[in-house]
């Protein structure tokens, strides 16, 4: 990201894997490879500008680069030749995908947290050295589960043998898919949300 980066701005990379529309104005570029890695920097050339509502083109190579608050005019102002670079500290690892958290729970063994905060439905993934454990709490439902603080997380992933931990959004999100069938209470009135993006475990 820029140095003078504000918060509620950054900059975003959509690539012809993004089929939905996106609901920002940006940039179309033709990059010189067809897929990213991280820690990676990638030469490229804009196309034209995005309209909101648009799609990524389906061509290898094909991305939308979107700016939002303070980095709009700076997107949207973009011309000629570019060059991509997608910083990441563990460039050592050959990842096909990833996925963003919240605050990290548990580090070494640690609670990194505080205590107190308020209490929401959970989403968090813990792990050691030899499993992985996806943990749901439902919250906000007087009389069922209001939910966890970020502390009691951190506690609850130490008592499952967790020694790392991260808290994965949560609230209304907080979804727990098994075979085909919602596992826990999803807090929205409405039921489960059409989240964007999530973890999955294929056999």
Same mark, same amino acid.
């Given at each position: &990201?820029?140095?003078?980066?504000?918060?509620?701005?950054?900059?975003?990379?959509?690539?012809?894997?993004?089929?939905?529309?996106?609901?920002?104005?940006? @940039?179309?570029?033709?990059?010189?490879?067809?897929?990213?890695?991280? +820690?990676?920097?990638?030469?490229?050339?804009?196309?034209?500008?995005?309209?909101?509502?648009?799609?990524?083109?389906? $061509?290898?190579?094909?991305? @939308?680069?979107?700016?939002?608050?303070?980095? $709009?005019?700076?997107?949207?102002?973009?011309?000629?030749?570019?060059?991509?670079?997608? *910083?990441?500290?563990?460039?050592?690892?050959?990842?096909?995908?990833?996925?963003?958290?919240?605050?990290?729970?548990?580090?070494?063994?640690?609670? @990194?947290?505080?205590?107190?905060?308020?209490?929401?439905?959970?989403?968090?993934?813990?792990?050691?050295?030899?499993?992985?454990?996806?943990?749901?709490?439902? *919250?906000?439902?007087?009389?069922?589960? &209001? *939910?966890?603080?970020?502390?009691?997380?951190?506690?609850?992933?130490?008592?499952? *043998?967790?020694?790392?931990? /991260?808290?994965?959004?949560?609230? +209304?999100?907080?979804?727990?898919?098994?075979?085909?069938?919602? &596992?826990?209470?999803?807090?929205?009135?409405?039921? &489960?949300?059409?989240?964007?993006? /999530?973890?999955? @475990?294929? $056999?």
């Amino acid at each position: &990201m820029p140095p003078d980066q504000k918060k509620g701005s950054g900059i975003l990379v959509f690539s012809n894997l993004w089929t939905w529309k996106i609901p920002f104005r940006g @940039v179309r570029v033709r990059m010189n490879a067809a897929s990213i890695e991280p +820690g990676a920097s990638y030469e490229g050339e804009v196309t034209g500008l995005f309209t909101a509502g648009e799609t990524v083109h389906q $061509e290898p190579g094909s991305m @939308v680069i979107v700016g939002l608050g303070n980095q $709009e005019a700076v997107v949207n102002g973009l011309k000629g030749k570019v060059r991509l670079s997608f *910083g990441f500290k563990e460039t050592n690892r050959k990842l096909k995908m990833a996925i963003g958290s919240w605050q990290v729970l548990l580090k070494d063994g640690k609670v @990194v947290v505080k205590p107190g905060g308020p209490r929401h439905p959970r989403t968090m993934i813990g792990l050691n050295d030899k499993d992985i454990l996806l943990v749901t709490v439902d *919250g906000r439902q007087k009389g069922w589960s &209001m *939910g966890m603080t970020s502390y009691e997380q951190a506690e609850l992933l130490q008592e499952l *043998g967790c020694t790392e931990g /991260c808290n994965i959004d949560g609230g +209304g999100s907080t979804t727990a898919w098994f075979l085909g069938k919602c &596992m826990n209470r999803p807090s929205d009135k409405t039921g &489960m949300r059409p989240n964007a993006n /999530c973890i999955l @475990v294929i $056999e």
